[in-house]
């Protein structure tokens, strides 16, 4: 009997959305064959996952859950491959469960927080819907007053903590957050990398060439400013009452802003473009050939 290698489970359950378990026993009994133990499960059980699994599942929802002192809040992103899925009740049941054991067991490792009877649920829900499903990411705030806000489409989801302030407030400046998006805090947060990205971007505009060195850094520095503030929570203009920025909405009522959590459905996820006649062609060329 060939060896099997934890290389050969993984590629099994990438490419099945199965358990470890159920995919190490059927490499077992495939002596090892990866394309023969995906035959066979899909001879025993109507595997669907098999093809589901390798899409990239770029849609899904947002939740978060804070504890009732405001003292602590989680915020959790799970994919499907399309919209219609992230409206099934099956697949809404299954977040809420992923969300609550984030909440109760304080746990942001998603293989951690997956492994055991909600990964079984999972899988469970990829066969029965017949689409790729995974929990891409976890995130806790604690201590201070937490607290969060969810867009009515669940596809944006903020937590925000304040030091001092109340829930009132944090929720207001997670629903700012989630509306304007703001990349840091305060301006002196913002990396680096960005301002000297930004820079080369200001230099190439047209309004910029053939001026003197000294004309160009006058104008670089103020753009700069201008680009700092515009991305900085503090310097922004509050969405319910754009006359106070939200620095000072906080300062007012006795609190700073320590941190933020914003989950976007899909942010940063490459979204496959696939065509619709060449993918019926290909499942058509597939079936004629077994």
């Given at each position: 009997m060939a060896a099997i290698s934890a290389s050969m489970v993984k590629e099994l359950r990438d490419r099945t959305g199965l358990g470890m378990m159920e995919c190490k026993k059927a490499?077992?009994?495939?002596?090892?064959?990866?394309?023969?133990?995906?035959?066979?499960?899909?001879?025993?059980?109507?595997?669907?996952a098999a093809k589901k699994a390798g899409r990239t599942a770029a849609d899904g929802v947002v939740s978060v859950k804070?504890?009732?002192?405001?003292?602590?809040?989680?915020?959790?992103?799970?994919?499907?491959?399309?919209?219609?899925?992230?409206?099934?009740q099956g697949f809404l049941a299954f977040v809420e469960k992923v969300v609550q054991k984030a909440f109760d067991a304080k746990q942001t490792d998603v293989a951690a927080l997956m492994d055991g009877?909600?990964?079984?649920?999972?899988?469970?829900?990829v066969q029965k819907i017949g689409e790729n499903i995974s929990v891409r990411r976890v995130?806790?705030?604690?201590?201070?007053?937490?607290?969060?806000y969810v867009h009515s489409n669940n596809r944006i989801a903020v937590l925000t903590q304040l030091e001092g302030g109340d829930a009132?407030?944090?929720?207001?400046?997670?629903?700012?957050?989630?509306?304007?998006?703001?990349?840091?805090?305060?301006?002196?947060?913002?990396?680096?990398?960005?301002?000297?990205?930004?820079?080369?971007?200001i230099k190439a505009q047209p309004d910029m060439e053939g001026k003197p060195d000294e004309i160009v850094e006058k104008m670089m520095v103020g753009r700069i400013n201008k680009f700092l503030k515009e991305g900085s929570l503090v310097e922004q203009p509050f969405v319910k009452n754009p006359e106070v920025k939200v620095g000072k909405l906080a300062k007012d009522a006795g609190a700073s802003i320590q941190s933020f959590v914003r989950f976007e459905v899909g942010d940063g996820i490459e979204k496959e473009t696939v065509d619709f006649a060449e993918e019926v062609a290909a499942q058509v060329k597939a079936s004629s050939k077994g």
């Amino acid at each position: 009997m060939a060896a099997i290698s934890a290389s050969m489970v993984k590629e099994l359950r990438d490419r099945t959305g199965l358990g470890m378990m159920e995919c190490k026993k059927a490499l077992n009994e495939a002596d090892g064959d990866v394309e023969l133990a995906i035959e066979n499960l899909r001879k025993a059980s109507g595997l669907k996952a098999a093809k589901k699994a390798g899409r990239t599942a770029a849609d899904g929802v947002v939740s978060v859950k804070v504890a009732d002192d405001n003292a602590y809040g989680v915020a959790v992103e799970v994919n499907s491959e399309t919209d219609f899925v992230a409206r099934d009740q099956g697949f809404l049941a299954f977040v809420e469960k992923v969300v609550q054991k984030a909440f109760d067991a304080k746990q942001t490792d998603v293989a951690a927080l997956m492994d055991g009877e909600l990964e079984g649920e999972r899988e469970a829900l990829v066969q029965k819907i017949g689409e790729n499903i995974s929990v891409r990411r976890v995130a806790i705030l604690e201590g201070g007053v937490i607290d969060g806000y969810v867009h009515s489409n669940n596809r944006i989801a903020v937590l925000t903590q304040l030091e001092g302030g109340d829930a009132e407030l944090a929720r207001d400046v997670a629903m700012h957050v989630a509306a304007v998006n703001p990349q840091v805090i305060n301006p002196d947060d913002m990396p680096a990398e960005l301002v000297e990205k930004e820079k080369e971007i200001i230099k190439a505009q047209p309004d910029m060439e053939g001026k003197p060195d000294e004309i160009v850094e006058k104008m670089m520095v103020g753009r700069i400013n201008k680009f700092l503030k515009e991305g900085s929570l503090v310097e922004q203009p509050f969405v319910k009452n754009p006359e106070v920025k939200v620095g000072k909405l906080a300062k007012d009522a006795g609190a700073s802003i320590q941190s933020f959590v914003r989950f976007e459905v899909g942010d940063g996820i490459e979204k496959e473009t696939v065509d619709f006649a060449e993918e019926v062609a290909a499942q058509v060329k597939a079936s004629s050939k077994g």
